[in-house]
């Protein structure tokens, strides 16, 4: 037979699903022979039983029965003992803590009868009193729903009978009658006498509380399993509420703002845990409790500085003084701020309490991306409007609009507010700074969608009331093209511009700001460095410009792991493209070609010198040519415009007839790629040569310029070869070019499965994960993201989009299967990585186990990557993670 119930003594830190984070930490406490009160855990298999069969399992009332006991053996009083009697506190706690769940009652044991004893006993009838109607109060709303404002009502009505906040004892005896009346008004019954009644009361309550609404939407959003259960606490209550030498507060180990070392809390004296958070008094700064009570804060301060060594990390820690009685009531590793999680690993490390090793552990590119975005100014952001769902990070401001049209014809920066959004908000939501939705949460389309587009999202921010030319939030009004900011970071809501900061660390990896004297700099800088120690994963970046490089070379790339060379056809080129595309003999084609490759030169000659001695993977052409035409409709227009007018619609006229012979129901799977090589005579060759060109140059000026070529869409190694031997030809003419090697893409299944053969042909590998996931799945990301991503990651088939973390069970398959087939054939094959979940961090953590050399994300993602490859190399050497 299973057991339920766990005494404090018999637990310990690391049993969290059984006992739940508060009931293990409680039991470490215990352990440690800190003061805590005596009590019992019992346990989430009895909440699961309980779910389950809809009744407190067999066996749960002998065990707390017994285990009650022991309690009051402990404390030397009985529960239910009208003269003296033991009061308890029911307090729930999960694995991970939860908004939404059913929370704490206090004093339960009390009734008409043992009121009056406890009275007696203490010798203050009016803490008695008090503790009566605080519990009537905890016990309706918990256990039984009653609105808190009829019990409030009341106490309003008492204190302005009594012409004032203090109640006397009579008049608190009114106030426990009326609340009781409240109670019978809402239940039908009259408020339970039976001390262990309210006890099992409360325990069935607190387990059916992790199926109310919003704990489920709460854990649906946290991806925290719905089956795990809650654990419940019950043990001896002690009273901060018995005069000036008691009191109640909270207390931090570090600021866990800022990570600063420093003893951080607040303080309540002369009150109950309940009256801090609710602000019933201003609290005092804990450090005025060294005045108060001097010997109480000394040992204080000796517990954190030992829950600080046991846990390792930061604590936080609720705490209530007795008559001069230091107790312990929770302890935990505390939350904190992305800037305070840095601080505090390095800081750590720096004690010695840690090692570097797992400092990096404690850190995550999430948190490293938190402190790169830019971030309001939070001393000059007034109070928000409102506060919704945090989707996709970032500081935006804008104007108000309210559909894509607006957005589109808005000459400034906009936001975008919609109920929700759907597809037809997409060319609103590119259009926009940021989104703002009232309905839906992070996996809503306005969520998926922003993320995608690494667009700041604000979503689910259900006060926003949205009409078609207004939005009312909390009696404000906010009008088509007024101003308002969005924190995409906090999920914060503001009337008006607030002003932008850039993020320190950005300018930091720029080289704009030393970490010479600031903390959180220093943290970062030393934890960078470490990673870069430790990694086994290069980080490349994607490049198209020299521009770019440089930026990414500055954030710490060790090369481009992608340089797209179509950018280098757009802008004023298009018109030589669209020469070369509409030549009707070789003489044409050669012309188009030759003004092209003078241009493409010096577009690498500047890439490879900004790379100088780090590699340069360059990709031949890639998208389907009619991307650099005009658009159908467009062209349409344009002909029939000119044909109403009986004027020649010249060029138009041949662009169109083209456009239409081009025309691809699927352009992904289309014309594209290699297969533009093989079929358009000369195009890659033009490419190949001002590589080789460019890097001739650059050995020339003294330079050491690393380019590959790399050979986009490759299903068949056939078509490798054929484009290598026409390259190698061309390399093999250029005077002075170092030795270029030719390697190819993975983004087409086929590539992934016949890579043994490929590989034969290739000298490096370089996953195209966006194509590869595309064409994996067998969707398109633009036709599928908006469409039904949301559903589907409501639904669990993705536990995340697959376009930003990598799908290892699929994809991933592929990736190791190709890994593996091509190292067999030729052990020294680079691999490497391109798409864009070379900068995110759990699909890093996965290249770095399958072995790969490299990953390359955009410059901005490098540190975010760097750190994730110096994260995975530790955690996979073994050294303990959290
Ligand atoms: P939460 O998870 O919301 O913090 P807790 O279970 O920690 O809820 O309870 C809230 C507060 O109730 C505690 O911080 C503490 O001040 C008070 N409390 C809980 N148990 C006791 C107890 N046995 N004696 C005195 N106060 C208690
Ligand atoms: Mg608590
Ligand atoms: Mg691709």
Redesign the pocket.
């Known amino acids: 037979m299973s057991r339920y119930v766990y005494d404090f003594f018999e637990g310990h830190k690391d049993r969290k699903d059984l006992l739940g984070g508060?009931g293990a930490n409680l039991a470490e406490m215990t352990r440690m022979g800190l003061p805590v009160p005596p009590g019992f855990t019992v346990t989430t298999e009895a909440c699961r039983e309980y779910l389950r069969t809809g009744d407190l399992p067999d066996g749960l009332f002998g065990e707390v029965e017994e285990h009650l006991r022991l309690v009051e053996n402990r404390r030397g009083k009985s529960f239910g003992d009208p003269a003296d009697p033991l009061l308890l506190s029911v307090?729930s706690g999960g694995k991970f803590s939860m908004p939404g769940m059913m929370e704490?009652i206090l004093d339960i044991g009390l009734n008409d009868h043992s009121v009056l004893g406890l009275a007696a006993h203490t010798g203050d009838a009016h803490f008695a009193w008090d503790s009566y109607r605080r519990l009537i109060q905890m016990f309706g709303k918990t256990v039984y729903d009653v609105p808190g404002e009829d019990f409030d009502a009341e106490l309003a009505k008492a204190r302005a009978a009594a012409g004032g906040e203090e109640l006397g004892v009579a008049e608190l005896e009114d106030l426990v009658n009326a609340y009781k009346k409240v109670f019978y008004a809402h239940t039908g019954r009259a408020f339970p006498q039976a001390p262990h009644e309210q006890l099992y009361l409360a325990i069935a309550a607190v387990f059916k509380s992790w199926n109310a609404e919003r704990a489920v939407l709460y854990r649906r959003q946290e991806r925290i399993p719905q089956d795990l259960g809650t654990a419940v606490n019950v043990m001896a209550m002690v009273f901060g509420n018995r005069g000036p030498d008691s009191g109640t507060g909270v207390a931090f180990t570090r600021d866990p703002a800022t990570g600063r070392r420093g003893v951080y809390g607040d303080y309540l004296q002369n009150a109950q845990?309940e009256d801090v958070v609710a602000g019933v008094r201003n609290t005092i700064s804990l450090t005025e409790l060294a005045t108060i009570d001097p010997v109480s804060y000394r040992q204080l301060l000796s517990i954190m500085q030992r829950l600080e060594q046991r846990y390792r990390d930061l604590c936080d820690i609720?705490f209530t003084i007795e008559n001069g009685n230091l107790w312990m009531?929770?302890t935990r590793v505390g939350k904190r701020t992305p800037a305070a999680a840095f601080v505090i690993a390095a800081q750590l490390a720096d004690e010695g309490v840690i090692s570097l090793d797992e400092a990096l552990q404690r850190v995550s590119g999430e948190q490293l991306a938190q402190l790169m975005f830019p971030h309001f100014d939070d001393a000059a952001a007034p109070a928000p409007l409102t506060t919704g769902v945090p989707a996709s990070p970032g500081a935006a401001v804008g104007a108000v609009v309210f559909d894509s049209v607006a957005a589109a014809a808005a000459t400034g920066p906009v936001i975008l507010v919609r109920r929700e959004t759907n597809p037809d908000d997409l060319p609103g939501m590119i259009a926009a700074q940021g989104v703002l939705t009232a309905r839906g949460g992070k996996t809503s389309h306005a969520a998926v969608v922003a993320r995608g587009m690494g667009k700041t999202c604000v979503c689910g921010a259900e006060d926003i009331h949205v009409g078609e030319t207004v939005f009312t939030v909390n009696g404000h009004i906010v009008r088509a093209g007024d101003v308002i900011s969005i924190d995409g970071t906090t999920g914060r809501v503001y009337s008006g511009a607030v002003p932008v900061k850039p993020s320190p660390v950005v300018r930091y990896f720029e080289g704009e700001l030393t970490p010479h004297g600031d903390v959180l700099l220093s943290a970062v800088e030393r934890l960078m460095i470490h990673a870069d120690r430790k990694a086994r994963l290069a980080v490349h970046a994607n490049a198209d410009t020299a521009t770019d490089a440089s930026r990414a070379r500055r954030f710490g790339a060790t090369g481009v792991g992608l340089c797209r060379t179509e950018h280098m056809f757009l802008g004023d080129r298009r018109v030589l493209v669209e020469r070369l595309i509409l030549a009707e003999n070789e003489t044409e084609r050669d012309a188009a070609l030759a003004a092209l490759l003078p241009l493409q030169r010096t577009d690498f000659e500047e890439l490879f010198a900004v790379m100088d001695g780090l590699p340069v993977t360059v990709r031949l052409l890639d998208p389907p040519l009619h991307e650099f035409l005009p658009p159908l409709e467009d062209l349409t227009a344009r002909v029939a415009r000119a044909e109403a007018l009986g004027e020649d619609p010249g060029r138009d006229g041949e662009l169109l007839i083209a456009v239409r012979r081009m025309h691809e129901a699927n352009p992904m799977l289309g014309l594209r790629g290699v297969r533009l090589g093989l079929v358009v005579p000369g195009l890659f060759a033009m490419q190949v040569k001002a590589i080789a060109q460019a890097a001739a140059a650059r050995v020339a000026a003294g330079g050491n310029p690393q380019p590959e070529i790399m050979v986009p869409l490759v299903g068949a190694v056939q078509e490798l070869e054929t484009v290598r031997l026409e390259a190698e030809a061309i390399l093999s003419e250029v005077v002075g070019a170092p030795r270029i090697r030719v390697g190819t893409m993975i983004e087409v299944p086929r590539a992934a499965l016949t890579a043994g053969q490929i590989a034969l042909e290739a000298e490096f590998f370089s996953f195209g994960t966006n194509d590869l996931t595309q064409m994996t799945w067998g969707f398109s990301r633009d036709d599928v993201e908006g469409e039904f991503f949301g559903r589907y990651l409501d639904l669990g088939i993705f536990p995340a989009s697959p376009f930003e973390t990598l799908d290892r069970d699929g994809v991933g398959e592929l990736v190791r299967m190709a890994v593996d087939r091509g190292r067999a054939v030729r052990p020294a094959l680079t691999v490497g990585v391109c798409g864009e979940h070379g900068g995110d961090p759990a699909s890093v953590r996965f290249f770095h186990e399958s072995g790969l050399n490299y990953v390359s994300c955009s410059p901005f993602r490098v540190p975010i990557a760097r750190l994730e490859a110096g994260r995975a190399a530790c955690a996979a050497a073994g050294s303990d993670s959290r």
């Open positions: 508060k307090r704490t845990g609720e009531l929770q």
